[in-house]
């Protein structure tokens, strides 16, 4: 088990900057997500940490020793990468021995240490079967099987489940997260996907740019965006802007949007010019006589939920409302924001105000 701290950390590759300096810590036993879109930096930091990629500046600890500059051999750490590598003619038992004999750990206790191993996974029947013939899934089990059975201090996965189809990959994220809960090892797990992210994650990072652009719980990036880029990159459909021309003191509690106001969470820090008002889809509701008000232009039916989209004078919104509401193309409505929730931006740097 392990504390990962990482501080500072850069990669430069040629003139281009892949990870700009980053910091963040990973507690001992976490379920880390390094999250971002394709490019953004995730894969080099993860292999900064791992010791597979030299970082060009900054430290990475693990549990407070400075490995940044040592081999991967040296960390005690286990990678799984996205198309798992096994040995092809060789069967379940001895894929999974393979780190352990070439250890020189003496057979009678591999055999055992692969037996437990074989039994968390549940692949106890399937250990005498050639690779070459198994399903996905099981591939997947006895890769991890491997990568579980030297009991490495942390794990490191580059989005592991990648391959796989929807369903499956949803089956699969459970059972790594019950592994996890059963073994506590830290793990560290690179993913463009946010739903997996939010799902699996005691934290995430959310990575943009090769900038870390926040840290935390999942809630509460979910619910506090620090960035309009966070606020955008997470949930589905994103946070609405409305976007207006306006000032923000500091202890305001509303904001004009034309005619109508908007009670926001008092401000602490003010801010002036182009601002935005953020809102989350299921935090709008359709109220008749609200004064700020928009017109209907689409409906999509998703089952107990329905998202409608509305022109407004500040921007398309879209609102997340129960499926019942009967809504008509054309029609003109108000739109009333439950005020806790709203989140306001300054549009030039992209960050939230506090
Ligand atoms: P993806 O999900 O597509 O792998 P990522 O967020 O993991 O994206 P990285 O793989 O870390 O991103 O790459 C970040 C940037 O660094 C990309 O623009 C990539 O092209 C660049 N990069 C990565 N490795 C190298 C390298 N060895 N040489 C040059 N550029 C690289």
Known sequence: MAQIRIESLRKEFGAFTAVQSSSFTIEDGEFFMLLGP???????????????ELPTAG???????????KPASQRDIAFVFQMFALYPHMNVRRNISYPLLSQGMARPQVRAKVGEVAEILGITDI??????????????????????????????MDEPLGALDAEFREHMAEELRALHDRMGATTVYVTHDQLEAMQMGDKIVVMNHGVVEQFGVPQDI???????????????P?????????????????VSLGEA?????????????????????????????????????????LGTTQIIT??????????????????QIGARTGLDFDA?????????????LL
């Open 38 to 52: 394709s490019g953004c930096g995730k894969t080099t930091t993860l292999r900064m940490m791992a010791g597979l």
């Open 127 to 156: 250990l005498d079967r050639p690779v070459g013939g198994l399903s996905g899934g099981d591939r997947q089990r006895v890769a991890l099987g491997r990568a579980i059975v030297r009991e490495p201090r942390a794990f490191f």
């Open 59 to 69: 430290e990475v600890f693990i549990d407070g020793d400075a490995v940044g500059q």
């Open 261 to 301: 106001t908007i009670p926001v969470p008092t401000q602490r820090d003010g801010a002036h010019g182009k601002l935005a008002l953020g809102v989350r889809p299921e935090h709008i509701r359709l109220l008749d006589d609200a004064p700020y008000r928009g017109e209907v232009v689409a409906a999509e039916y």
């Open 238 to 254: 994103p946070m609405n802007f409305l976007r207006f021309d306006g000032m923000v003191g500091a202890g305001t509690d509303q």
């Open 222 to 236: 979910y619910d506090w965006p620090a960035t309009m880029f966070v606020a955008s990159f997470i949930g589905s």
């Open 340 to 352: 806790r929730t709203l989140t306001l931006f300054e549009c030039d740097k992209g960050r939230a």
């Open 310 to 327: 509305l022109n407004t004078p500040h921007g398309e919104v879209k609102a997340r409302i129960p499926s019942d509401r009967k809504v």
